[in-house]
């Protein structure tokens, strides 16, 4: 099995847990992953959970069909300018509910939780653009800069990793990062970290505790 034909493999498994776990509905949602210059990316019509690897077609990272009897994802555009402006090799898109109701109402999620380092601190949301297209793809590069994550304007969320399984945690964490958000403001005002508090957090990461053997 050639190594574009293991991520037709992984889309299908990712595809599936996304609908699983109740981040996408139907044909919504997208997944990608990349190997040298060729992508692997679900096509556009067919439920995640319904994917077989042949039915994941492959493109070059110019955007031409290079593999595969069905389209491409209709926000693939979207993909290849996050691949050509980070270091990715995997991108997931969501239509998750708590992350779908911040980019309706906000224009970024601010840190409440130290995790949200994770993706890069203030996850930001993505002027909105019809999808699949150049403007779209624009927007949310620009939105990624730096970031693990971005959130895209009345539509959903997209995140990033070295791996599939690397992109699809993000997205898992970016969406519980969305739901605490939104819960709290039921209760109250949620408390946003600090810029000195999340310092804090990175140092603690880079010198954790050491306990001594007896």
């Not at 509905?25 to 992953?33: E, H, K, Q, R, V």
């Not at 955007?63 to 996050?82: C, F, K, N, R, W």
Request: hydrophobic share 45%; net charge negative.
């Amino acid at each position: 099995m050639t190594a574009i034909d293991q991520l037709r493999q992984q889309l299908c498994e990712y595809g599936g847990r996304a609908v699983e776990l109740g981040l996408v509905l139907g044909s919504s949602g997208n997944l990608s992953a990349r190997h040298g210059d060729l992508v692997a990316v679900t096509p556009s019509g067919v439920a995640l959970d319904r994917l077989t690897p042949e039915m994941c077609p492959v493109v070059d990272v110019e955007g031409y069909l290079v593999e595969g009897d069905l389209q491409p994802s209709s926000e693939t555009p979207m993909h290849l300018a996050i691949y050509g402006s980070t270091t990715a090799q995997a991108v997931v898109h969501t239509h998750a509910v708590f992350g779908t109701v911040v980019a309706t109402t906000m224009t970024e999620l601010p840190p409440v939780h130290y995790n949200a380092l994770l993706l890069g601190g203030v996850v930001k949301v993505a002027e909105y653009a019809t999808y699949g297209t150049p403007e779209l793809a624009a927007n949310i590069r620009t939105a990624m800069e730096g970031k693990q994550a971005a959130l895209m304007a009345n539509h959903g969320g997209v995140t990033i990793g070295a791996t599939l399984e690397q992109a699809f945690e993000a997205t898992r964490l970016l969406e519980w990062l969305c739901e605490v958000y939104v819960r709290g403001l039921s209760v109250g005002k949620p408390v946003v970290l600090t810029d000195e508090q999340l310092a804090a957090v990175v140092e603690r990461a880079a010198n954790p505790p050491v306990f001594p053997r007896r």
